[in-house]
């Protein structure tokens, strides 16, 4: 039995009730696996939009255990690596409807917490994106002029002075800011969908591994106990799809790590400047994300993102390396905080396709089998709507919806081992070089 509580702060910060694992077979309409926010969110719209369906969700450890437990707690409109890159990517004809898309994901996801009255610390505070020099600036000027082409509001560009007035920070000569961007407490988040799912009258099984699945009409799913018959099948396990041994030719699991500080006394608090508490990333290429949780503690978390042969999810959590540069870069950033202490270290596995984008569409042949991952870093708003594009993939598969470029799409193909792991790791490492090479 894995110890959850120690694979992030969230997971481990409040008392959790677990739910006994799958016993006995059971025969439902839909069968969900996966305990993240994509299989939650699929149980949660199915279960709205069609209250007569009967459905399960299986989660191998616990809800939220993976990336949806140990992510930033990052609610943000953001696809691919930036704006400029969507555009440039597939053209804005195609780039406006997913950014209008992610925009009303954010929105929702604040829409859902009401809703539920689910206590996770929402802050619906917006976005800073830092520069770091004039390289780095004239690239939030491009994701400016991008974000005003496509008819996005209330977008700022910051220069030096407007940006001391917002942080701070001691390396920065600007930042782009985006208003739709919330922070929250990402495992209160997927536990209160939970909860919100039991009054509904969804079952879910943690402590339930999925081994295996036969498709056909009827789809069996095993688990180490016992059995689930389903009519529909959403396979929802993000960068754990290896474990299945599907999907795997088109995406990589890579592991983002954070540290997080005590909380800050009001001395600190106020020497960084961040009276808007915003979400923070910056415009490198290997990112830097920050934010401050709701007890006022430093959340500081990217820099690299390794890729482990194999494709491996499993025991990697820790990386003292990147931990010992990233509380180096925390603190050049704030030399305020060189006496704070970090009380917390954890990592985990995301999705990474090779395009930079999702990809939502049926298990090979199977109409009656779908599955939404390959989120790259920023899944939090996406996979908790994920449920509506799944929903229609079952049941309204014309709808708009399923004509987003994240739908039936083409996000790369990679080589088999060894190949891809030398082809991920001389990609990585181009963009740690021209990092460097640019930061310095």
Known sequence: MTEYQDKSFWLGATPYQENPPLSEDLEVD?????????????????????????????????????????????????????????????????????????????????????????????EYNGLLILARHRRQFRACESDYNHYLELGVKGVELLDRNALKGRLNSARHIGALYDPETAILNPAKLARGMKAALERMGVKVFERSPVSKFDPGKEVTVYTP???????????????????????KNWYVPMFTYIILTEPLDQKHYQSLGWTRREGIEDHRQLVHYLRLTADNRLLFGGRDAPYYYGNQVEGRDSHGKIFEGLERDLRGMFPGLADTKITHRWGGPVAITPLFVPKFDYYQDHKNIVFGMGYCGHGVALSTSAGLILHDLLFDPESELTKLLFVHNFVGALPPEPFRWAAVNMIKDSLRIYDYLTDA
Do not use: Q
Not at 78 to 94: C, D, P, T
Not at 233 to 247: D, E, H, P
């Open 30 to 122: 839909v069968a969900v696996v996966g305990g993240g926010f994509t299989g939650l969110s699929a149980a949660y719209y199915l279960k709205k939009k069609k209250p007569e369906l009967s459905i399960a969700v299986l989660e191998n450890e616990v809800v939220g255990y993976g990336a949806s437990g140990r992510n930033g707690g990052f609610s943000m409109p953001l696809l691919g690596w930036h704006i400029s890159y969507l555009v440039w990517a597939f053209g804005e004809e195609r780039a406006k409807p997913a950014h209008r898309f992610m925009l009303s994901c954010v929105r929702r996801t604040r829409e859902l917490v009401e809703k539920e009255k689910i206590d996770c610390d929402l």
């Open 225 to 247: 106990k016992a059995k689930v018959k389903a009519k529909y099948l959403i396979l929802a396990t993000n960068a754990f799809t290896s474990r299945l041994k599907v999907n």
